[in-house]
């Protein structure tokens, strides 16, 4: 090929990226709809619900940490519930949290656990080791402390467990921005518009295998038998890695056809962009190869590269055009599927840019920040810290 010649192919090249990636946003706006118009499994209503345990780690006074906590304190199940609250430090300002809502919901089980044991490099396992041996009754369900969920939230998820052939379930979930400004409306928008079609067109054509740290449920026998929580202490991703040993018991990881609320928290760029790195190095390390292909959903990057290209010509910013309306296209689709407020489109072409520079940046190197706390990422997930951990052994139940 004349060298002369190079800039017009790759731009070719990005441009039928690009047009695929458009292909890829009608055809996820169309199996939104359909993921989310199945019918849910339901419990008969006077069979008895089972007794269910919910852990929650705690680690410091996250932004609306009262209110999503609560809105797990107020669900309408039948069966006994149990919420399991653990933080790794005495001083942590979460237990305050959990006081109030023991005040405010004074008939339910709530259990605190303090215990700064430290079993490996995974802070959050450690957390849930510990808080392990409170599980008193027979369903679990894991969530992290960022989420917030409906009164059927607990029904629901039972229900899908119940179902034959279901090992475990687990739940998409929807950006929470509130009023926290620009970086969180961004924030939001990158799960709306890019983590919940790229699950539901992943796990229709059986690309994907997904299990989130949103909800994870599985019966306490289950959990045992997968190793407890220990097996996962060094796992970076330990919620995929938790539904791929249910997977092996022989059942399937389900996906109701519901979204609970993610709070999205980040008001400062740079936040944003270490908590999408480590995201996005979580997914290269699962899945390698569908995450180098996943640049096809980049469509407007991809035009606007074109575009600069020697020679590109108006289509390449007709391919950009399109793609920006393709994509705002699918997020109408899935506002209107899971009924979310909506959001400000004129940020999807910055979403967008943000998105595909985050993309290509995560195979730089395997360096992530998790929850203030520095860590390398080898090639089979495994978390090292930059630092060592202390493994203190002193716990308080209370």
């Known amino acids: 090929m004349d060298l002369n010649e190079l800039p017009a192919w790759i731009a070719s090249v990005l441009l039928l990226m690009a047009l695929a990636g458009c292909v890829y946003a009608l055809l996820a706006a169309w199996l939104v709809d359909r993921f989310a118009a199945r019918p849910s499994p339901a419990l008969a209503a006077d069979a008895p619900r089972p007794g269910v345990t919910i852990l929650k780690p705690l680690c410091g006074l996250e932004p609306d940490l009262f209110e999503n906590l609560g809105s797990f304190c107020r669900q309408d199940y039948a069966g006994p519930v149990q919420i399991v609250f653990g933080v790794q ?41 510990n808080m392990s041996e409170k599980i008193a009754h027979a369903v679990v369900v894991l969530a992290d402390s960022d989420m917030s969920v409906k009164p059927d939230y607990l029904e629901r998820v039972a229900a899908a467990l119940s179902q034959p052939g279901i090992s ?32 539901i067109l992943g796990t229709t054509f059986d690309l994907a295998r997904p299990c989130f740290g949103s909800t994870i449920a599985m019966t306490a026998e289950s959990l045992a038998r997968i190793g407890g929580f ?19 018991e022989g059942g399937t990881v389900a996906i109701p056809a519901l979204t ?39 469509a407007f990057p991809l035009a606007l590269l074109a575009a600069l290209m020697p020679g590109a010509g108006s289509g390449a910013l007709a391919v950009a055009a399109l793609a920006l309306t393709c994509r705002i296209l699918l997020c109408l689709r899935i506002e209107r599927a899971f009924g979310l407020s909506p959001h400000a489109y004129w940020l999807l072409p910055i979403r967008d840019m943000l998105s595909f520079i985050n993309f ?3 195979f730089v190197s395997g360096a992530v920040t998790w929850k203030g706390h520095d860590y390398r990422v080898v090639a089979d997930g495994t978390l090292i810290p930059e630092h060592g951990l202390g493994r203190e052994s002193r716990a308080t139940s209370v």
């Open 89 to 129: 430090n005495a001083a942590d300002p979460a237990i305050a949290v959990v006081q109030r809502l023991r005040e405010a919901h004074p008939a339910l089980r709530l259990d605190l656990v303090v215990d700064p044991s430290q079993h490996g490099s995974n802070r959050k396992v450690s957390n849930l080791i």
């Open 360 to 362: 290509t940046w995560s």
């Open 230 to 248: 220990r097996a996962f202490k060094d796992d970076l991703a330990d919620d995929y890695a938790i539904g791929e040993a249910l997977r092996a």
């Open 168 to 199: 475990g379930v687990t739940c998409l979930y929807h950006g929470v921005p509130g009023d926290r400004g620009m970086c969180a409306q961004l924030a939001a928008l990158a799960i709306d518009v890019q983590f919940v079609p790229n699950v």
């Open 260 to 298: 609970i609320g993610h709070a999205c928290v980040d008001t400062e760029l740079s936040g944003l962009w270490r908590h999408e790195l480590r995201w996005n190095r979580t997914i290269r390390n699962v899945d390698p190869k569908g995450y180098a292909g996943s640049v096809v959903t980049h």
